[in-house]
């Protein structure tokens, strides 16, 4: 009685069309709320960074630009002194004298205001001496009169020129009724070839048009200002955007990485599981297989051992050598069959020697001894691998092919038995496929429970790959393994 591991082996049930074998697929963790968008740091510096800077350029603006209208008031005030003086100068000499000024004096000062460009330009003009008397003016009504000194004269009185927009309310306005608010400029007069200051001139200067002037240098500068602030902000931002680019690229690529290192720790506690599983089934598949072994053993050779050594007590009580003989004979005929089926049994647990044979010929080894033992013909294409794989590699697919082998045999009818092997990048695919037949008594009779198909799912996902079968549009299966030789089943 000629057995196989195939016959040896309980079968199952084919899958349905289309099912998978390797369990529960990898699920992706479910996607969270998205998290709000937060403004990248070039957006923010450039928003805190313009208000800073905009604060900024106002404060520098307006220091600034003070800073640039006093200077121009006083070159304005000096340039105007110093025109002043050296025509005002030599005809108030006699003040270091005297708190008044001559008949004469007053005349020659009276003939240079007399000029309608002077006048248009300083309306008026006049000296005083250090005690607040108004020594000359062109308003002669003010001669001789004393004032309250005013804070342009006291200043001037220690030498500086000072500028400041007149005063309506003092009283040498208020007599001459000046409403105006004309550019004051006091400037202090020397005796000749000494540092004395012997009086002070106030000088009235039309002041619009140097209004306009100063309104034009403010403009002027604040552009400048502005456009500095501007460039300063320019090039700050470029700088920040660009190291804003790379660390939002980084931060990108860190979340990228965080994500993958989040899936791949869930599909590496999947395998785990699976792992387990497949241990567990592993076990219980070991003890049904040797359940199976220890069943034909007990069913097949050990029946007709017993039944040998039942014809050995006949053949010693014969009393003739007919009878004797015809024991011995059939002593000899059971025996003959139990190591038949012993011989069966073996071959079918023992693995030809493939631990040095590249895979495409250790799936032609399988081929092979199929088609010789089933005297069967197989359509084989494999593809060579550049590198060797590990021996459990070896073992898998040789076990694979020789059960889909098997299956085809006995379910598909022989027919159309067809072999290939091709690789997908670093995924090693093995399929059997055949044309089908009339297979659905055979189906029917299978038992509802066996190690076969189970036993070869458990052996490929202890290596980390999957296992389909499903039913072809002719009416054929195919069965297929894929392993992902990248995961260390290489070898070096």
């Known amino acids: 009685m000629e057995t196989s591991t195939g016959d040896m082996l309980k079968p199952v049930q084919d ?30 510096f450039l928003i805190a960074g313009g208000l800073v ?18 200077e121009a008031i006083r070159s304005k005030a000096a340039s105007t002194a110093l025109f002043m003086q050296s025509l005002v100068a030599p ?75 007149a005063d309506p309310r003092a009283g040498e306005h208020v007599i001459r009724g000046i409403r105006t608010r004309y550019l004051e400029i ?19 200067e039309q002041a619009e048009p140097f209004r306009e002037e100063l309104a034009a240098l403010r403009r002027s500068s604040w552009l400048v200002i502005a456009a500095v602030t501007a460039a300063i902000m320019l090039a700050l931002f470029g700088i920040v955007h660009r190291g804003s680019r790379t660390i939002e690229t980084q931060r990108k690529a860190l979340e990228r990485r965080v994500e993958e290192t989040e899936q791949l720790l869930l599909e590496n506690r999947q395998l785990s599981d699976r792992l387990q599983r497949a241990s567990a089934r592993v076990a219980e598949l070991n003890e049904q297989f040797i359940r199976g072994i220890g069943a034909d053993l007990h069913d097949g050779p050990a029946q007709l051992i017993s039944f040998s050594i039942l014809k050995i007590e006949d053949a010693r009580n014969a009393r003739s050598k007919a ?72 073992i898998c697919v040789f076990r694979f092919v020789q059960e889909g082998l098997n299956n ?8 159309g038995q067809e072999v290939r092997s091709w690789m997908d990048g670093t995924l090693l695919n093995v399929s059997v496929a055949d044309s089908g037949g009339d297979s659905s008594s055979a189906e029917k009779d299978l038992p509802s429970a066996g190690i076969g198909l189970y036993g070869l799912q458990e052996r490929v996902e202890s290596l980390g790959g ?13 069965l297929k393994m894929t392993l992902d030789l990248s995961g260390g089943l290489l070898v070096a």
């Open 15 to 44: 899958f349905e069309s289309s099912d998978v074998i390797t369990g529960v697929p990898l699920q992706h963790l479910p996607a969270g709320k998205a998290a709000p968008r937060r403004a990248t740091l070039s957006v923010q």
């Open 53 to 70: 800077m905009q604060i900024a350029m106002l404060v520098a603006g307006y220091l600034i630009t003070e800073l640039v209208s006093r």
């Open 91 to 165: 005809a108030v000499q006699e003040l270091a004298t005297s708190q008044s000024l001559s008949a004469g004096a007053i005349a020659r000062l009276d003939q240079l205001f007399a000029d309608e460009a002077v006048k248009r330009r300083f309306p008026y003009f006049e000296v005083w001496t250090p005690d607040g008397v108004v020594a000359y003016s062109n308003t002669p009504q003010i001669i001789g009169h004393q004032f309250d000194r005013p804070n342009g004269l006291l200043r001037a009185l220690t030498g500086e020129v000072t500028a400041d927009h």
């Open 186 to 204: 006091y400037s202090p007069i020397r005796l000749e070839g000494s540092s004395r200051i012997i009086a002070v001139a106030e000088i009235h």
């Open 323 to 394: 009878p004797r003989d015809r024991s011995l004979l059939t002593m000899q005929s059971a025996l003959d069959e139990a190591m038949r089926e012993i011989r069966s049994i073996s071959k079918g647990l023992v693995l030809p020697e493939i631990a040095d044979l590249p895979l495409h010929m250790v799936i032609e080894r399988a081929v092979r001894a199929h088609e010789a033992r089933t005297r069967t013909s197989v359509a084989l294409a494999t593809t060579e691998l550049p590198q060797p794989v590990s021996h459990a590699v070896r």
């Open 408 to 415: 085809a045999y006995r379910h598909g009818g022989a027919t």
């Open 466 to 478: 999957t296992l389909t079968k499903r039913r072809l549009g002719d009416g054929g299966n195919l």
